[in-house]
T-cell receptor, first 113, second 120 residues
Framework: DAKTTQPPSMDCAEGRAANLPCNHSTISGNEYVYWYRQIHSQGPQYIIHGLKNNETNEMASLIITEDRKSSTLILPHATLRDTAVYYCIVRVLNAGNNRKLIWGLGTSLAVNP | GAVVSQHPSRVICKSGTSVKIECRSLDFQATTMFWYRQFPKQSLMLMATSNEGSKATYEQGVEKDKFLINHASLTLSTLTVTSAHPEDSSFYIC????????????????FGPGTRLLVL
């Protein structure tokens, strides 16, 4: 079962910032929040992850609320190539004591010219 | 860095035959590899997790005798779909992870490009 909630779809104008929200109200203290994206018919691409501090890399910024119950992925200047399904994921331990990712349906982001 | 490859990228086979899919981490040693399946317009579903040199851990509902996983080295894992049937047609994706900075809990999964399987 997915432990995150995301809007099913969003639109963004090219060159503007895309802010993708995610709720993870049941996240526990040691669970990381990961963001991946999947362009049609390709494998998912890692974007960013964080625990409680805000994070930034060359692709995006991740803002995590103080209570850690929600986060926002920010693509500062969206381009047409950013059109993809964006997944917000928390990581849990499975039966083999490995950390696995629980995938929901994600947000389908359409960047429009 | 952190490149994962899969081979083949697409395969068509007859019902009843077996298909092997390879997953390789090209520039890092993967302590753990994951196999997923994705049907059209659905999300990724984890099938199994494998650690190098040990038996894979399968998710509930995934038949271990049908989906054979071998993780022979730190850079290679294979998934064999045995006696494939049309309902096994799907997009199979692998991922590989390794600890970052040697700290537990900091592993990141990097994904291969996927293998599209069509069983006729």
């Amino acid at each position: 079962d997915a432990k995150t909630t995301q809007p099913p779809s969003m639109d963004c104008a090219e060159g503007r910032a895309a802010n993708l929200p995610c709720n993870h109200s049941t996240i526990s203290g040691n669970e990381y929040v990961y963001w991946y994206r999947q362009i049609h018919s390709q494998g998912p691409q890692y974007i960013i992850h964080g625990l409680k501090n805000n994070e930034t890399n060359e692709m995006a910024s991740l803002i995590i609320t103080e209570d850690r119950k929600s986060s926002t992925l920010i693509l500062p200047h969206a381009t047409l190539r950013d059109t993809a399904v964006y997944y917000c994921i928390v990581r849990v331990l499975n039966a083999g004591n490995n950390r696995k990712l629980i995938w929901g349906l994600g947000t389908s982001l359409a960047v429009n010219p | 860095g952190a490149v994962v490859s899969q081979h083949p990228s697409r395969v068509i086979c007859k019902s009843g035959t077996s298909v092997k899919i390879e997953c390789r981490s090209l520039d890092f040693q993967a302590t753990t590899m994951f196999w997923y399946r994705q049907f059209p317009k659905q999300s990724l579903m984890l099938m199994a997790t494998s650690n190098e040199g040990s038996k894979a851990t399968y998710e509930q509902g995934v038949e271990k005798d049908k989906f054979l996983i071998n993780h022979a080295s730190l850079t290679l894992s294979t998934l064999t779909v045995t006696s494939a049937h049309p309902e096994d047609s799907s997009f199979y994706i692998c991922s590989a992870s390794a600890p970052r900075w040697g700290l537990a809990g900091r592993e990141t999964q990097y994904f291969g490009p996927g293998t599209r399987l069509l069983v006729l």
